[in-house]
């Protein structure tokens, strides 16, 4: 089975601009979570969703949002981007508790 | 508040030789307990998971223990090679049959010749 991929793998983009990441789970999957990782505060919880609903979400900004579709791809948007932003996006899909992760998208905000 | 705290941030250790990670959290109740494995670029990678009623889990070289009593879980890797040189994530399940986790600082192992 092909993994976890994420699109796009590099960003650049300026302060007040907004981003949409793709992640599409593996197949068979159905739960799909995502989180942002920096040096400084490591891997955060971002939310997760389950069958197109949200099932959990961290402790971030309402600037950050999600949504999963039918066939359980799954995009994260964030919107007037802060320099802040700038990390690792991490998605993953789960299977029987593990949890699958793809190769980030790596976002630089200017 | 919540914490959940990795030992130190780099471990050298010589190769052949034992390592040890630890895994240290507070006021959690998890489910279970995971290590995953990371590399630069890369994301993380599975390796082992512990429930909260197991005490000790095996996998090859890879060792996990669980004492919800202290708290803590050790990971360790015997025999250890160049390759497994990483950084190591320890993430526990706080919320039940949901796939949230809450991961840990890291620790980044460096294993020489």
């Known amino acids: 089975k092909a993994g976890v991929t994420q699109t796009p793998r590099y960003l650049i983009k300026t302060r007040g601009q907004q981003v949409t990441l793709s992640c599409s789970p593996i197949?068979?999957?159905?739960?799909v979570s995502w989180y942002q990782q920096t040096p400084g505060q490591g891997l955060q919880f971002l939310f997760e969703?389950?069958?197109?609903?949200?099932?959990n979400k961290g402790n971030f900004p309402g600037r950050f949002s999600g949504r999963q579709f039918s066939n359980s791809r799954s995009e994260m948007n964030v919107s007037t981007l802060e320099l802040g932003d700038s990390a690792l996006y991490l998605c993953?899909?789960?299977?029987?508790?593990?949890?699958?992760f793809g190769p980030g998208t790596r976002l630089l905000v200017l | 508040s919540q914490k959940i705290e990795q030992n130190s941030e780099a471990l050298n250790i010589q190769e052949g030789k034992t390592a040890t990670l630890t895994c240290n959290y507070t006021?959690?109740?998890?489910?279970?307990l995971q290590w995953y494995r990371q590399d630069p670029g890369r994301g993380p990678v599975f390796l082992l998971l512990?429930?909260?009623?197991?005490k000790e889990k095996r996998k090859e070289r890879l060792k996990v223990t669980f004492d919800t009593t202290l708290k803590q879980s050790l990971f360790h890797i015997t025999a250890s090679q160049p390759a497994d040189s990483a950084t190591y994530l320890c993430?526990?399940?706080?919320?039940?049959?949901?796939?949230?986790?809450?991961f840990g600082t890291g620790t980044r192992l460096q294993v020489f010749p």
């Open positions: 993953a899909s789960s299977y029987e508790e593990t949890q699958y």
């Open positions: 197949s068979g999957h159905r739960s």
């Open positions: 969703y389950f069958s197109e609903t949200q099932r």
């Open positions: 006021n959690y109740s998890p489910a279970y």
């Open positions: 512990i429930r909260e009623n197991e």
């Open positions: 993430a526990l399940d706080v919320t039940y049959n949901t796939d949230k986790l809450i």
